[in-house]
């Protein structure tokens, strides 16, 4: 297949974050630097909770992949594709993670990018639950990962899986038990005539090696590791890709980041590991939750996150949002995007957040803003925005000499300039 004359590149860096297309992202990266290659991109399914918590970023990243149908969806996937190989080393593997609605279109595309006989396994990730009676077809409950390796040159470590005593009675019907009350079974000896007792017991002290079917549950509700994210994908699932396919040190990459199960599972296993995502709530979420699971002093970097005040003022606005009140005043945002009664979230010491992407704010949204954190009987509210008028801070004086509540009104600019200043950047 020709290849394309790539961008000028990077030196490759791991610990890193990158906040936008991933096809940009990747062209920027030099080849044959890449170990290990998961990625969950978005199904040609239509389903709204592809998006991350529904906010308006991906929207727009992924709403023209609808216009055409498949063939556009095909087409995006295989420019993607095609960087993807190239970073892979020689040793390297993909596993790419789809469902029925596109994944032999994808797996064409595979064959044609990777080539036939780099494709290895089509594993079934089967996520059983209860299952419900349908007139017209059987339950889904798998989806499908394609698994390809660069060359044949590729590797495969052994990965092996605990036995249950009942997964291992249910195939065998000829259990039997001896004098001293153990379990045993017959096994073919290989010749005719020739068996070997087999003690159940024994067998279920060892583990057996992986099939392309994995019964691995989807993450319930209650799950320690679950984040809201609505395809978040069980760690389990990963820990087993992440063994098969790389050695601790080696460089695993997720093009399509979401929750950052990936990466998460890859710091723990000792991996080194490269991130990306299109929307800025993933990228944050993504690095708080590596940040718990680093022994050593570090810090996560997000390239590409939007602070300019055009990019600012361009952004949709739950993101905007989430952008100032998470990453700039280290807080926490209302997953509600509307009824808040002006109140939008919450700064690190817990003080009511509006956030309004406009210029000129003034007396009547200080006002409604003063009613919202009376209600919540705090002292200290924050208002942020472009720029206020006048009679906004007429208001806030009026509003702390008559009743002791502070309403400070801060401007998108200053917080830049804060954001930099803790970052060591002029």
Same mark, same amino acid.
């Given at each position: 297949m020709p290849e394309k004359k790539a961008k000028s590149q990077e030196e490759l860096r791991t610990g890193i974050i990158y906040c936008g297309d991933n096809l940009d992202v990747m062209s920027r990266l030099p080849a044959e630097s890449i170990d290990l290659n998961y990625i969950d991109p978005p199904f040609?399914? #239509?389903?709204?909770?592809e998006v991350i918590w529904g906010n308006g970023a991906e929207l727009r990243a992924f709403g023209d992949r609808w216009k055409g149908g498949i063939n556009v969806y095909v087409q995006w996937m295989k420019e993607r594709l095609f960087e993807m190989h190239r970073l892979l080393k020689p040793t390297g593997s993909i596993y790419v993670h789809l469902d029925w609605h596109a994944v032999h279109y994808i797996k064409c595309e595979m064959d044609d990018t990777f080539g036939m006989s780099n494709f290895r396994n089509e594993i079934i990730w089967h996520y059983g639950q209860r299952t419900a009676f349908h007139k017209r077809h059987f339950s889904k409950k798998h989806d499908d990962i394609l698994f390809y390796s660069k060359s044949n040159k590729s590797r495969l470590n052994p990965v092996a899986v605990e036995w249950t005593k009942d997964e291992f009675l249910a195939h065998r019907h000829d259990v039997k038990i001896d004098k001293d009350g153990r379990e045993f079974i017959w096994t073919d000896g290989g010749k005719p005539g020739v068996r070997y007792k087999r003690f159940v017991d024994e067998v279920l002290s060892k583990k057996k090696p992986i099939d392309t079917v994995w019964d691995i549950p989807l993450l319930n509700s209650a799950a320690k590791?679950?984040? %809201?994210?609505? !395809?978040?994908?069980?760690? &389990? $699932? $990963?820990?087993? *890709? *992440? #063994? &098969?396919? @790389? #050695?601790?040190?080696?460089?695993? &990459?997720?093009?399509?980041?979401? %929750?950052? !199960?990936t990466l998460a599972v890859a710091e723990r296993l000792e991996r080194r590991w490269i991130g990306c995502d299109v929307s800025p709530i993933a990228c944050r979420d993504t690095r708080r939750r590596v940040k718990k699971l680093i022994k050593e002093e570090r810090d996560i970097e997000i390239i590409g996150m939007p602070h300019g005040l055009d990019e600012l003022? &361009?952004?949709?606005?739950?993101?905007?949002? #989430?952008?100032? *009140?998470?990453?700039? $005043?280290? %807080? !926490?945002? @209302?997953?509600?995007k509307s009824d808040d009664h002006g109140i939008d979230g919450h700064d690190f010491g817990r003080n009511p957040v509006e956030v309004k992407q406009s210029e000129h704010v003034g007396r009547p949204v200080v006002q409604k803003f003063h009613s919202a954190v009376r209600s919540e009987k705090r002292k200290k509210g924050i208002i942020v925005a472009f720029s206020f008028a006048k009679t906004a801070y007429e208001e806030v004086a009026r509003i702390k000499l008559d009743e002791g509540i502070? *309403?400070?009104l801060l401007t998108i600019q200053e917080l830049i300039a804060d954001h930099y200043r803790r970052m060591g950047r002029k």
């Open positions: 040609f399914s #239509n389903r709204q909770h590791e679950r984040l %809201g994210y609505p !395809t978040q994908k069980p760690e &389990a $699932l $990963l820990e087993r *890709i *992440i #063994n &098969a396919s @790389s #050695n601790k040190g080696e460089v695993v &990459a997720d093009f399509f980041m979401g %929750g950052g !199960t003022k &361009a952004m949709d606005p739950f993101e905007f949002q #989430n952008q100032v *009140i998470v990453d700039m $005043l280290h %807080g !926490t945002c @209302s997953r509600k502070e *309403i400070e």
